[in-house]
């Protein structure tokens, strides 16, 4: 058997041979072999006598002729039945009827297939009726499932079509805009339909089962709010702590959850990972800190001597020291070797929300409730300086890259610059009309990012001057985070998104938009290829930056992202009743969202791969099932 990269000329070839067939005659064969409940349309086609009674019916169906006209037509009606079954019977046999398209070994071959094919409405035409031939014959499923996928990358429009009891196996319809289309007693097994959009559609009776979408992939584990994600230092695993009480590992590229660590009996407010990657550290509502070995899951040390909650743990460039804040006021620095405690660093009166350590590891800040920020000096312990010109609580403390200039983030809505070598104040930014909730240095330290309340500060160091105001989050930008290149800033916020943004233009690049309560953390990977949030909503998200696109096992990266507007919907639910009185028909985003709202559904199984069934996932989306409604 010939593989699809020869194939794939030949593969054009054939469905040229449909380009001077009228494409009326594709309908009119549809309406006869499901009266004549043909199930092998082929051998249908292929019978004389069958042959004898199409001709006549297609001629009466078509179009009135004079008498001199028909045997004309007649001839012109044999010819396209003849090659439209000739069409059929060499994809039968071909790779397009046998592998899947969508998968990656067959990408560049269905797209080199797409260049040559799009613009051909005969063919377009012609895949459209094999994608019917699916609900009557089983013998060309892969067939027409490739016809569909094909049809959705073309960006055909698919909207309001009739596609009852169609049969969909192993193929992907991402993006697909299936508006108040009729998909009744159609079937569907290990289809990606990610983003498709279902608005308004009819689903009664149907069996979709081994679904796939990607706005399900998240990091599922949590059971309550994500405090803290940290990534490894090689990028490959991602730390989440949460009120659930655990600590979980997750496998970047797949997503997957490579170990949980719940000896902790509060909540884990602050994880962080050592500089070689092999340790993990926790803080904890129980007073605790915990040191893991990542590699075996398994807990090496608990570090104790807080009575109170700690709220931060970091550790040193050198990995030999960690630092820990915690409810009762006081930082402890411990030898990550002996496990012992080196110092307890005495000074602040209230909650440490945040330490962080010099890029030489020389110096420690710690910011606090009580309005003020420390150096420390690891070595000795003692208290280089006291920062305190906030008037209210210091939120979040932060190093340029070369350690000279400690930023800081308050809730009397400044961010102040100070001289770490003196202590001093070198600038106050003002201009924030609420609470500064994070600070983060660009990596080459010349522009300071500030989450305010719905917006995000970007500011000239040298200058202290405001560069730009990012506008578009509608609640707190609760969190913000460079790129390492510098390039791209990261926001999350209580408006549920994550918008990633131009740092030189201050232009919004993209939305990520399928967390469901406040994100509290975004976090770019080592090579800045990844984001991570972690939300409110229990879960911790993966990000492929490039596409928007949540990474998981079963995901795969698709470079062509749906082009979406709103219109208003039209009168055209029948009920209203627990239903939307409006749809989205196209809708502009960055990522792949599903939709389904004032779709109606009645019975059938609604299945994705892991078995589960996604009726409420359905409900919140907005569909309609008919069973649950009380109609008067």
Known sequence: MQGPYQQKETLADILYLIEDVDEEIFGVILVILRKEKAQDCIRFL?????????????????????????????????????????????LKDHDFNKLDYSSEEIEESALSLIKRIKDNKKIIAFLLFVVHLTSIDETLIQGGSNSLHLLVLMQVNLSKKNFENIKIYNTSLVGANFVRCNFSGSQFNNVNISGINLNGAILFNCKWRGLRISELKKL??????????????????????????????????????KAIFDDHIKNVNSVCFSPDGNTLASGSEDSSIRIWDVKTGQQKAKLEGYSNAVYSVSFSPDGNTLASGSENGSVQLWDTKTRKKRAKLDGHAYYVYSVCFSPDGNTLASGSLDYSIRLWDVKTGQQKAKLDNHTNTVYSVCFSPDGNTLASGS????????????????????????????????????????????????WDVKTGYQKA????????????????????????SSDKSILLWDVETGQQKAIFDGHTKDVNL??????????????????????????????????????DLQIQYRIPFQKYNPLSEGCSNYIIVLRISQEAIFQAKGAFILKGEYIDQSGIDLKTFLKQKGSCFLEDLKLK
């Open 469 to 492: 105001i990012l506008e578009g989050h509608d609640d707190y930008a609760i969190q913000v985070c460079f790129s390492p290149d510098g390039n791209t800033l990261a926001s999350g």
């Open 220 to 257: 599922h584990g949590h059971s309550d709010q994500v405090r803290s994600i940290c990534f490894s230092p090689d990028g490959s695993t991602l730390a989440s702590g949460s009120d659930d009480k655990s600590i979980r590992l997750w496998d970047v590229k797949t997503g997957q959850q």
């Open 522 to 559: 975004v976090y770019f990977s080592p090579d800045g290829n990844t984001l991570a949030t972690g939300s409110d909503d229990n879960s911790t998200r993966i990000w492929d930056v490039k596409t928007g696109q949540e990474i998981e096992s079963s995901d795969k990266n698709y470079k």
């Open 411 to 458: 809730r009397d809505n400044s961010i102040r610059l100070w001289d770490v070598k003196t202590g001093q104040q070198k600038a106050k930014m003002e201009g924030h009309s609420n609470i500064v909730q994070s600070v983060c240095f660009s990596p080459d330290g010349n522009t300071l990012a500030s989450g305010i309340y719905q917006d995000i500060g970007l």
């Open 46 to 90: 292929s019978d004389m006598g069958n042959q004898r009674q199409l001709e006549s019916l297609i001629l009466q169906q078509l179009e009135n002729f004079t008498k001199t006209d028909t045997e004309w037509k007649l001839s012109v009606v044999r010819k396209d039945l003849k090659k439209t079954n000739d069409v059929l019977k060499e």
